[in-house]
């Protein structure tokens, strides 16, 4: 018990340093969100001081509120789930935005991400079980993908199987036009079919990774006594790999899944610029270029929790498949 309130506690210290840090940077910016949206509201008039006095506390930049009082109020109404204004989609609101655009990103980054460990981990497990063989001297083969720029490996996908092939469309998450958005077959198939490209070069660039690096945990464990031991029992040779080598190899694939699962939205900028995919990625690029920083304290939140969220459920994970870190706790 002790150690789970030890990382509960870790993970609430590390969430409010992040938020602290979420609400100065944008702030240290240059530019004014207020002054970002008067231009856009220019065209249909003259602003009056009340007017713009009014935007200012609709996005939460009111200039009559001391830093600290702002501070205590972005902490109030982001444990209440009211993120602000969006410049960028003014007047939608940041939650709305971020509602929006995240599930596209979880779905890609999300389930790629997935994909590539579990195919990695599992093929890394026969390479080092099988050292010598096909597969293991495939390895070679395989991280030249993960050595190429992530970018240039979509760009020349996006190349051979949408302008060669044609097999796959150039952009977009689904079929404008002949689909509408929910839960729905066509829809569904739709998004399936867009993003199968953009997953695909997630899967080739990340897969190697995660297959040499539990290739090389299972040779080091193979060389383990209770391996020996468990061998000499006469126990199976498919129960030794997986409940003996394959589950303690694991572990530190496991700690780098965690990290790299929490920063999928945060990765997902480059995948979304190639293939021009309507997730998150896009919507903070835009943020950016509007100074809207609602949005981006939004975004950031969603990429500070999913980060702390995928650390700390790894860690307890970690203390069930390896009861020793419990007691060094």
Request: hydrophobic share 50%; net charge neutral.
């Amino acid at each position: 018990m002790r150690y789970y309130v030890q990382k509960l506690g870790f993970y609430a210290v590390a969430l409010w340093a992040a938020l602290t840090i979420n609400f100065a940077l944008p702030r240290l910016m240059p530019g004014d969100p207020v002054d970002i949206l008067l231009s856009k509201l220019s065209a249909r008039g003259p602003v009056t001081p009340e007017a713009r006095q009014s935007i200012a506390l609709l996005l939460g930049t009111e200039t009559d509120q001391s830093l600290i009082s702002q501070y205590f109020s972005y902490l109030g109404n982001v444990f209440t789930g009211d993120l602000g204004l969006s410049v960028t989609y003014f007047p939608q609101t940041v939650t709305d935005t971020i509602a929006q655009t995240l599930p596209w990103t979880i779905a890609l980054m999300g389930i790629a991400t997935v994909i590539s460990f579990v195919v990695g981990v599992g093929l890394g497990q026969l390479a080092g079980w099988k050292r010598g063989s096909f597969l293991d001297n495939l390895i070679p083969v395989a991280t030249m993908f993960q050595a190429v720029p992530y970018f240039w490996l979509a760009l020349v996908l996006l190349y051979l199987f949408s302008s060669v092939f044609a097999v796959f469309p150039t952009n977009g998450g689904y079929d404008v036009y002949g689909t509408t958005p929910g839960l729905n077959w066509p829809f569904l198939r739709s998004a399936v079919y867009y993003g199968t490209l953009p997953a695909l070069t997630i899967v080739l660039s990340s897969v190697a990774g995660w297959m040499l690096g539990m290739r090389n945990m299972m040779v080091s464990t193979l060389s383990e006594d209770y391996i020996t031991t468990a061998e000499a029992k006469g126990l199976r040779p498919r129960r030794i790999m997986t409940t003996y080598a394959a589950r303690n190899a694991v572990l530190p694939s496991l700690s780098g899944f965690a990290i790299t699962l929490g920063f999928v939205v945060a990765g997902s900028i480059v995948a979304e610029q190639v293939f021009s995919y309507p997730g998150i990625g896009q919507t903070l690029l835009s943020a950016v270029q509007n100074n809207d920083y609602a949005l981006m304290q939004g975004i950031f939140l969603v990429i500070t929790v999913s980060v702390l969220g995928a650390n700390l459920a790894v860690d307890l994970l970690y203390s069930l498949i390896d009861p020793r870190t419990r007691a060094r706790a």
